[in-house]
């Protein structure tokens, strides 16, 4: 379980999130949602150590994680970046790099490491590429190798600063179904979205910020019906029940 209580992090002595109290369950898909600059990603990095904190407090099983050392961190979570470079690496020794916090130096990969990197491959469908080079893959390709490499990583934390941007259709789908497939095993997923029809379908609770400080922290359900979202991103939203569960869409505000 990790809590965050009271939390102000930011870059320098600039607070960018302020205040903000809210914890990422076992078992549930928590959503970031909330307009750019809102705070999100840097919420992401102060929960994993990435920035210092100006006050409050982040708990990994009720410890601060000021007393964790960054290879603890990094056995309790994992994080899929949104932004990254593409080295000319195979993808199987890329997923590799997730053993790296449970190898004692020098680094040597064993069966073990080797189970765990391919089962975490097959789990994002990209145990066909193993020997392909990560930069001739597709964008959807990559993200998949990329986060097998945070799958293998193994932890009960998984943090996800926009997995879905520049995807495709087919790939966003099969992405929230591995969200949801770790979460099922008992994982904390915590996603950055901005994609507000995905957040409320695919969500377990949504965390709505906006200029730094947390709004609403709820089931998407209560979050549809409290009509915040409308509010932060100045947009009509509206729901449609189908066979498949409530569907939701976006329409400009009326003026």
Known sequence: MVRLKNLTAGYGKRPVVQGVTLEFAPGKVTVLSG????????????????????????????????HLKRRQIARKAAFLTQSR????????????????????????????DYAMARHAMEATDTL????????????GERQGVYLAMALAQDTPTLFMDEPAAWLDINHQLRMMQTAHALAESGKAVVLVLHDIPLALREADRI??????????????DAVYRSGILEQVFDVGLHRADTPHGPQYYCTPKER
Do not use: C
Not at 48 to 56: F, I, Q, V
């Open 207 to 220: 965390a709505v910020l906006k200029e730094g400080r947390l709004l609403s922290f709820d089931t998407p």
């Open 128 to 139: 066909r590429h193993e020997t392909a080079n990560v930069s001739h893959l597709s964008g």
């Open 35 to 66: 307009p750019n600059g809102s705070g999100k990603s840097t919420l992401l990095k102060a929960a994993l150590g990435l920035l210092p904190l100006l006050s409050g407090e982040v708990l990994y099983d009720d410890v601060d994680i000021r």
């Open 85 to 112: 470079n593409t080295p000319s690496i195979q993808a199987l020794p890329m997923v590799l790099h997730g053993r790296f916090p449970w190898l004692t130096y020098p680094r040597r990969y064993d069966r073990k």
